[in-house]
């Protein structure tokens, strides 16, 4: 595996988010983890990604522990969180915030340039747009940006939450598509949070339910596509 998750806690002050998740994802794979708002989904790839410390439990990397490690080094070691919200930096061109997210890293420019020629490869409309100011951008835009962004910091796990909120259907379905490239082309697993159900089971090899903190079912996403009880697990 390349994550694993063992009974992992987490909590914000007294309040347990997370009572118990086990969650795994192989090397190549897209793993869908969907459930209600309040779930704990985004808890958890905060508690991968090392912006929340664990209560308790074990997240490996690699076969490596990792939840105590920083979020710098778990970047520097192939772990990128791609979080709501379109962070961007507004006031700076598109191309100098595909540099920036490429400083943790160290890269010589040689490499820099090497791997923002695939995002914009991978993000044509981005590569049109590399001198516009980010805050210019449309949300489409914008998301795909954000999603260069941590493709510039070379990961071997892609944390992706709620990708498309917010986003025209039409542009949900580019953003959908553009992750099993990602996976193809980059060779980056992916742990995927997401509202739009159907669409993110279509493109996952397999799917984490999650309600209340823990993690209720887990099934190959193409049979929990075709159940007809769906949504009565939301």
Do not use: C
Request: hydrophobic share 45%.
């Amino acid at each position: 595996m390349l994550l694993e998750l063992t009974d992992v806690r987490a909590s914000y002050g007294k309040k347990e988010v997370l009572s118990g998740i086990n969650l795994a994802v192989k090397v190549g794979e897209i793993v869908a983890l969907i459930g209600h708002n309040g779930a704990g989904k985004s808890t958890t790839l905060k508690a991968v990604h090392g912006l929340l410390a664990t209560g308790g439990g074990h997240i490996s990397f690699d076969g490596r522990p990792i939840e105590h490690r920083s979020v710098n080094r778990n970047v520097q070691t192939g772990i990128s969180l791609v979080p709501q919200g379109r962070f961007v930096f507004s006031d700076l061109p598109v191309s100098e915030n595909l540099e920036v997210s490429a400083f943790v890293l160290r890269a010589p420019a040689e490499e820099i340039r090497r791997r923002m020629g695939a995002v914009f490869e991978l993000f044509p409309a981005l590569a049109e747009k590399r001198l516009a100011l980010a805050g210019a951008l449309s949300g489409g835009q914008q998301q795909m940006l954000a999603i260069g962004m941590a493709l510039m910091q070379k990961p071997r796990l892609l944390l992706l939450d709620e990708p498309s909120i917010g986003l025209a259907p039409f542009l949900v379905q580019q953003v959908m598509e553009s992750v099993v490239r990602i996976r193809d082309t980059f060779k980056t697993s992916v742990l995927i949070v997401e509202q739009n159900v159907r669409q993110v089971l279509r493109i996952s090899e397999r799917v984490f339910v999650m309600k209340l903190g823990k993690i209720v079912l887990e099934a190959p996403s193409a049979e929990l596509l075709s159940r007809q009880d769906l949504w009565d697990l939301f």
